[in-house]
Every structure is written in C-alpha cells, then in structure tokens.
T-cell receptor, first 114, second 109 residues
Framework: DADVTQTPRNRITKTGKRIMLECSQTKGHDRMYWYRQDPGLGLRLIYYSFDVKDINKGEISDGYSVSRQAQAKFSLSLESAIPNQTALYFC?????????????FGPGTRLTVL | GQNIDQPTEMTATEGAIVQINCTYQTSGFNGLFWYQQHAGEAPTFLSYNVLDGLEEKGRFSSFLSRSKGYSYLLLKELQMKDSASYLCAVRDGDYKLSFGAGTTVTVRA
C-alpha cells in the first residue's frame, strides 16, 4: 500500500542537540507538510512544500528548518533543541489530483527534549 | 489566520447519536475537513465540505454553513470504536489547513 512513513518513531534528546526527523512517502504526492501536536493546542503547521526545492514557512517555523531534496522525502531539523519543542510531530502529504486534496498523515514521531 | 473552536470533550452511549460543533473565523475559506484521531495514532480523513449543506457518508454526516462560519459532524449509531478525537480543520486560499484543538468523544457501554 502507498504510505507515509516517519523515522524515528520516538526520540529522547538533550537541550542543545541537533535533531533530524525524516518523512518518506510512496503515494507520489507533490505536497508535503510538517505539523506539531501539543495537548490542548491541536495540530500546528511548521513548514510545507508544494514541490521539490519549494519551502514555505507555516504558523510556527522559528527554531526549525526543512529540506525537500526529492519528491518522496521531507526532512525536519531542530538545529538546537529546547524543552518546549517536546511534542508529537506529524508529516502529511496531499496532491491536487485528489478529489478533495485531503491530507494523509504519517504515524508521528514523539520527541522529548530534556 | 483562522480561529477555530470546538468543544473539548463529549460523552455518549453506545448506539446513540452525537453532534460535534465547530465554529470558525477565517481570512480565507477553501473548504472544511473533519479528521478522526485515535489516541497515539495519526489523524485520518473523514469528510469534506466546501458548499453549504449536508454531506452523508455512512454513519457519519457533516454540515456546513459558510455564512455562519459553522460546521458540525454527526456520528450516528455510536460504536465503542468511535471513541477518539475529532478534529475540525479549515483550508485557506493557499491550501494550508488550520486545525481546531479537537473534541474527545468517549463512547460508554
């Protein structure tokens, strides 16, 4: 089945460390997104990309960077992790060819920054 | 930006009906989505409305009134597996989604 995968699924790290979260998809979708989810706040958009080399800031991009080197891969980096970046991170994909251009989510990465 | 409000929690009995309301204030509107999210899992797409009215899909229906900035998700014949969070999301003209905080529905036997 075409899918959206995220690695790692869980990560514990220390303040100041550089962290990279990976997202891969076999759906052939053009558009990819990174969100974080915090209790009581819902999903918030960090960055999004509509094509290879296209990068756009979302609602909460400070402290994060992304890379889209291939259609199937979208990486999220935390250059110097801080405790308030502890959250559940989701990658998502979509495509204008879909009937509703709905987004499909990966399984999530639970990140803890100590 | 978008301001999206939905109740935090709802409880209902197996076999009953539950209606989850969502109100939004938007700087641009290009459709409204409902997603279901079980604890610890990814959100999954449930329904989409872009025109006023009711969309029915099996036990789930979704309604939209653009003039009132209002939507609801109706879950009928509730089953235990429907216990989950339900996320209302509004899409803007740039195809970005803004999500509400989610409504946790608990189904009791």
């Amino acid at each position: 089945d075409a899918d959206v995968t995220q690695t790692p699924r869980n990560r514990i790290t220390k303040t100041g460390k550089r962290i990279m979260l990976e997202c891969s998809q076999t759906k052939g979708h053009d558009r990819m997104y990174w969100y974080r989810q915090d209790p009581g706040l819902g999903l918030r958009l960090i960055y999004y990309s509509f094509d290879v080399k296209d990068i756009n800031k979302g609602e909460i991009s400070d402290g994060y960077s992304v890379s889209r080197q291939a259609q199937a891969k979208f990486s999220l980096s935390l250059e110097s992790a801080i405790p308030n970046q502890t959250a559940l991170y989701f990658c998502a994909t979509s495509d204008l060819r879909l009937e509703y251009n709905e987004q499909f989510f990966g399984p999530g990465t639970r990140l803890t920054v100590l | 930006g978008q301001n999206i409000d939905q109740p935090t929690e709802m409880t209902a009995t197996e076999g009953a009906i539950v209606q989850i309301n969502c109100t939004y204030q938007t700087s641009g509107f290009n459709g409204l989505f409902w997603y279901q999210q079980h604890a610890g899992e990814a959100p999954t797409f449930l329904s989409y409305n872009v025109l006023d009215g009711l969309e029915e899909k099996g036990r789930f229906s979704s309604f939209l009134s653009r003039s009132k900035g209002y939507s609801y998700l109706l879950l009928k014949e509730l089953q235990m597996k429907d216990s989950a969070s339900y996320l209302c999301a509004v899409r803007d003209g740039d195809y970005k989604l803004s999500f509400g905080a989610g409504t946790t529905v608990t189904v009791r036997a």
